[in-house]
């Protein structure tokens, strides 16, 4: 399978400890994009790289929150001091570089870190 | 800021029916337009795109949407669903000219009864 990968899949916590979450991107996708989804809503952008440089971050990415992508290749996202509220499903999704530019750029998802914090 | 409106949150119907789901978007701009589709227990997956050219564009298993730029609208259709067509649907609306974020929907949950 050569789509996006994520692990792990569930990760249940108690409060107050750290997680991290790892996605690979489908292979020479450049850009990496991580989401959140709770119940009953779309998921939400939390943060954008291109290559190993961030460029986007979204206001819902408190300072507990960091994401790393050191090589340009797979990324991590820790979350410090977990609270309830960050239960949710945290998504990678990936797209590559095209001829024409952004306007056809495609991201593809993967299966998702499920996060339960008790 | 861009948004995007999905009108139905719930919607139940036979197979053989004829499904639309509604999209709006508010951006002020050139936009790339999407629907993902998440079937039980899988991933967001893409179902179709509309960057430019014919507004009705063509996804997989049959499904259609029409881009009417007038409404800033992105409507998904298919004539006949089946029972396997059971998902969310996820409208999501991105700047033509930036990388980065899409902006989804609430989504739509649909259940097709046999």
């Known amino acids: 399978d050569t789509g996006v990968s994520q692990n792990p899949r569930h990760k249940i916590t108690k409060r107050g400890q750290n997680v991290t979450f790892r996605c690979d991107p489908i292979?020479?996708?450049?850009?990496l994009y991580w989401y959140r989804q709770t119940l009953g809503q779309g998921p939400e952008f939390l943060t954008y790289?291109?290559?190993?440089?961030?460029?986007?971050k979204s206001r819902l990415l408190s300072d507990r929150f960091s994401a790393e992508r050191p090589k340009g290749s797979f990324s991590t996202l820790e979350i410090q001091r977990t609270e309830q509220g960050d239960s949710a499903m945290y998504l990678c999704?990936?797209?590559?570089?095209?001829?024409?530019?952004?306007?056809?750029?495609?991201?593809?998802f993967g299966p998702g870190t499920r996060l339960t914090v008790l | 800021a861009q948004s995007v409106s999905q009108h139905n949150h719930h919607v139940i119907l036979s197979e053989a029916a004829s499904l639309e789901l509604g999209c709006n978007y508010s951006?002020?701009?050139?936009?790339?337009l999407f629907w993902y589709v998440q079937y039980p227990g899988q991933h967001l997956q893409l179902l179709l795109k509309?960057?430019?050219?014919?507004?009705l564009v063509k996804g997989i298993k049959g499904f259609e949407a029409e881009f009417i730029k007038s409404k800033f609208s992105f409507n998904l259709r298919k004539p006949s669903v089946q029972w396997s067509d059971t998902a969310e649907y996820f409208c999501?609306?991105?700047?033509?000219?930036?990388?980065?974020?899409?902006?989804f929907g609430a989504g739509t949950q649909v259940v097709v009864t046999p």
């Open positions: 999501a609306v991105k700047g033509a000219d930036s990388w980065g974020k899409l902006q």
């Open positions: 951006y002020g701009g050139t936009v790339n």
């Open positions: 292979s020479e996708h450049n850009r």
């Open positions: 999704a990936s797209s590559s570089s095209t001829p024409s530019g952004p306007s056809t750029d495609t991201q593809y």
């Open positions: 509309y960057f430019s050219g014919d507004p």
């Open positions: 790289f291109q290559n190993e440089a961030q460029l986007e």
